[in-house]
């Protein structure tokens, strides 16, 4: 079965500052890619997805990850944080074999105004 | 916020009681999907309802079990209820477009608390 691994627990940040949010899953087959995101007192919501195709994918509120398979990565980016960003992030793989789907344990991101 | 609502909102239960949580999906979607949450954790897969069949399960017993209705809203039972069943269980519905997990849209959850 899968895994999915966040590396950072709590990610504290100035606005402006360049994010990354490591993911690393583990699996050999096909997979579908998610970043999810959950704000202060609402409902998860898609960030971003991979599916197929390039690489580089984009989602709302100026965020994008690159899968690199070669490292079974999946980390999001984000040029410049806003402190409105202020979120949990959930990394999430769909293994296509047995339709199961891995959650990571979440990266709290707090941005300081 | 999303189309999707889940029933009750809390719910308090004692060991070994038997539980049901109820949620409808957003128009337009057929496909339901279960997650357990605890405090501090990222979501479990539990399983997948597409078109009233459970198409895919994560790593919960038997005791988990689920319905889907023809209007594709959605029932979860946990029978012989745990300590560890304590958690909040959310609930997603999609449309199958590339693949069943394509966009979910993620209910407010249950908080299930078990005593």
Known sequence: ?113 | ETGVTQSPTHLIKTRGQQVTLRCSSQSGHNTVSWYQQALGQGPQFIFQYYREEENGRGNFPPRFSGLQFPNYSSELNVNALELDDSALYLCASSQELVGLFYEQFFGPGTRLTVL
């Open chain 1, 1 to 113: 079965a899968q895994s999915v691994s966040q590396h950072n627990h709590h990610v504290i940040l100035s606005e402006a500052a360049s994010l990354e949010l490591g993911c690393n899953y583990s699996y050999g087959g096909t997979v579908n890619l998610f970043w999810y995101v959950q704000y202060p007192g609402q409902h998860l919501q898609l960030l971003l997805k991979y599916f197929s195709g390039d690489p580089l994918v984009k989602g709302i509120k100026g965020f994008e990850a690159e899968f690199i398979k070669s490292k079974f990565s999946f980390n999001l980016r984000k040029p410049s944080v806003q402190w409105s960003d202020t979120a949990e992030y959930f990394c999430a793989v769909n293994a296509l074999s047995n339709n199961d789907m891995r959650f990571g344990a979440g990266t709290r991101l707090t941005v300081k105004p």
